[in-house]
Nanobody
Framework: QVQLVESGGGLVQAGESLRLSCIAS????????MGWYRQAPGKQRELVAT????????YHDSVKGRFTISSRDNVKNTVYLQMNSLQPEDTAVYYC?????????????WGKGTLVTVSS
């Protein structure tokens, strides 16, 4: 099992920055990918950014150039999301996710989420 704990959410004004962190723990051999998803009120959860152990990244079009996903250990157990130039539409609960299954499979572990609120 893998436990994911997010931190770093909060209330900021438009144009400001936040950095989210996620640490994985538990009994697992390796993670193949980690990522961030978000769910705004009344909307479906959506992918924000993912990072594989091989270094490949994907981003939602709306955050390209503003958000950066990274890891200090090739997603062995940490992933970060640097969010710059935040906008009110970025307001959501942000969830850390991880996958220890091969590529092509969905994330199979999820954190409880951290709230990001951006005021205009």
């Amino acid at each position: 099992q893998v436990q994911l704990v997010e931190s770093g959410g909060g209330l900021v004004q438009a144009g400001e920055s936040l950095r989210l962190s996620c640490i994985a723990s538990g009994s697992f051999v390796r993670l193949n990918a980690m990522g961030w998803y978000r769910q705004a009120p009344g909307k479906q959860r959506e992918l924000v950014a993912t990072l594989t152990s091989g270094g490949s990244t994907t981003y939602h079009d709306s955050v390209k150039g503003r958000f950066t996903i990274s890891s200090r250990d090739n997603v062995k157990n940490t992933v970060y999301l640097q969010m710059n130039s935040l906008q009110p539409e970025d307001t959501a609960v942000y969830y850390c996710a991880a996958r220890n299954s091969p590529p092509g499979n969905a994330m199979n572990y999820w954190g409880k989420g951290t709230l990001v609120t951006v005021s205009s």
